[in-house]
């Protein structure tokens, strides 16, 4: 007979309690997000069965209630035990209250901010925040949070929705002046320039309850939405730099994106990873999604290729925090939960704040076209500070009508204004450097005597005892020191680390970034030293000297947009720096479009902001075909106007150590567009002596003085000018002058003029250039140079015309090459 066991002891014990609480809040902290309600219209996001169902009883019960309700917390793809368990002991308690009454009187000065302007300014776009009117308390709470745990400054970034809303109630603008952007006073100020006003940038100050203050700017930005996420990156990290170790505590950057946008445009998945590298890291940021379920016109499932627009997300060990924009005590909790977070474990947090547009995309837009059923919910539906207000028991009447008589009074004082506001002012770092046109009161003297090269060239090659240097380098390094000695000329690669050391001694900031920039695509540059035993590494222009400025360089991730747009933004809070990005290739800098056209050379007329960054793109054509020939010279002078950029292909290794110490010399700041060499890099032709270095300045144009009485001139700039100076030598070709332009914009008028002047026997003038008619630079050039030669004849000599920048095979580039060649000195005729 067989003996009965005793059964295992009952789920009332305290270990087995706990082990059954654990399975069931599991189900709910993984898949409580899928039965939340969210839309505050109950349209969309309906509810979705776990994947692993809950069991009945009252453990499910008291999961549903944190994980079930108003907010959905997205954190269990999150690999560290230890930010998991923060999240689920913060979801897993019994919120307190906020400050309600605050609450409700910032529901209501949203709410009325917005039915002010479309009662005063019917039928104009403004792109409300109604239906959104929660993100002001959610924005006040994070402040208000952020300054308890020492966070002094924000930059925040936004699109067109709620931004004039933002301007006045979170960022404290006096509504007067929001009001008179609309009245649109003094049109002739802007002629030329200018931007809406839902595109303009804004500074203020937040004060929190018990008076502590953190300094707000709201960053200018296109209607390229997302292209501002790594900008405002790229300033956060600035001003965090300026505040030494404790910088990424002290400034808190914000971003504030639409939903459609937020899934739709990749540069935004670039940033969000970029944040996260050592380079470019900035303790995390605060994500806010401004979720109104439309994008424009198109429905979610027209978005999204999943539940929420967010869920690009969840690749990154990040939390991401849904929330129902009508539940106004939930959104200020995870505002705070959001503050927390980040200043705990310096991470990003999403937060999804769900609500929906009482209007059309814009406010001369009819939704009713495309979502008829969702307008007539709509119609009929209360603004949020009514809804609040019935929640919390309080009549606002007397309130509303204070406020509403407060913005109508600064309406009144808007249509009185005979200036249009300024909204924004640059911080003190801004005093010293100016924009405008550029004067030759900007020269600078930028040579160096040929003892402090020799002594830079040292410092750049040195390493510690005992460091293992790979043969190869050291062996540069060993012709580097012969450079420094006047026995070998300077190739590209040691003239910019000694322009870079240079700065760095005299205390100015030197910041590089790029794809492969330690080393250098094309193995030129070595700025850091790789140990082949420990790979350990050293970088010798971080010792320079003890009160030296300070040196950056760093390997970037594949991507041209976000990392150009971060040192965009780095260079427009760090002026003194030096900030330099690089293309892997010049034809690369395509992926980065929109941040040259919409911030780079446009910012100054735009919203009268500066930068000094330098943008490296290598350029030539050597048979490498289509994708790694051009930088597209020809875009970048179809978009110069009015000074706003510098264009320089310098050609030798001296004019580039001048050129780059000029940029970061003179107190001009404007973006610097350099087209460097590949094959050049290290061609005799394009080395420069030592006594070059000590040269005044960069020279906009190079004249030709090896030759006397030509009866043809060549102009050209860059690689080609090379191979015909070696190709005239070896001809034996002494009828011929070859003169550089090394700066294309600002146009060389009297460099020009000068060098063409010093052969008045030419009868031609050419223009030579590798790229196809279409491109390059001659559509710009040959106006300018017919203009100034009066009598000669202005030829030009080029590929023909191609919708690909280059050939594909090396021995059609070798035969084109030869032919450009034999068409410059008049072997074959030029047109």
Known sequence: MATKTKSPKSDSTPTSNVSQREVVFDIFRRWGYLQTTLDPLGQFLPGEPFPTPAPDGELSTEARGFYCGTIAAEFMHIASPERRQWIQERMEQKPSKPNQAHVLTQLIRADVFEQVIQSRYLGTKRFSLEGLTALIPFLDAVFAG??????????????????????????????????????????????????????????????????????????????????VDPVAIGRARAKQTRLGKDGRDQILPIILHGDAAFAGQGIFAEALVLAGLSGFNVGGSIHVIVNNLLGFTALPEESNASRFSSDMAKRLPIPIFHVNAEDVDAVVRVAQLAAEYRHEFHSDVVIDLIGYRRHGHSEVDDPTVTQPRRYAVIKDHPVLYQIYAQKIGVDPAAEVQAIQAEFLDEQKVATKAEHKPVLAYLPHYWDAYHGGHITSADDVKTGLPASEIAELVKLTTASPEGFNVHPKVKKLFEQRLEMAAGARPFDYGMAELVAFGSLLKAGTPVRLSGQDSQRGTFNQRHSVMIDIETEARYVPLAHISDDQGRFEVYNSMLSEAAVLGFEYGYSRDYPETLVLWEAQFGDFVNGAQIIIDQFIVAGEAKWSLLSGIVMLLPHGYEGQGPEHSSARLERFLQLAATDNIQICQPSTAAQYFHLLRRQSMRMLRKPLIVFTPKSMLRHPDASSQLADFEADHFLNVLPDNSVTSPSRILVCSGKIGHNLRVEREKRKITDTAIVFLEQLYPWPEAEMQAALDQHPGATEVVWVQEEPANMGALSYVIPELRRMVRDRAVLTVKRAASASPATGSAKAHDLEEKTLIDVAFGNLRAH
């Open 146 to 227: 952020s300054a308890n745990i020492g966070v002094t400054g924000s930059i925040l970034a936004m699109s067109h929705r709620g931004r004039l809303n933002v301007m006045t109630n979170t960022i404290g603008r006096a509504p007067s002046e929001i009001f008179a952007k609309f009245e649109d006073v003094d049109p002739r100020s802007t002629l030329g320039g200018g931007d809406v006003k839902y595109h303009m940038g804004a500074t203020g100050t937040y004060r929190s309850p018990d008076g502590k203050e953190i300094d707000l700017h709201l960053v200018s930005n296109p209607s390229h939405l997302e292209a």
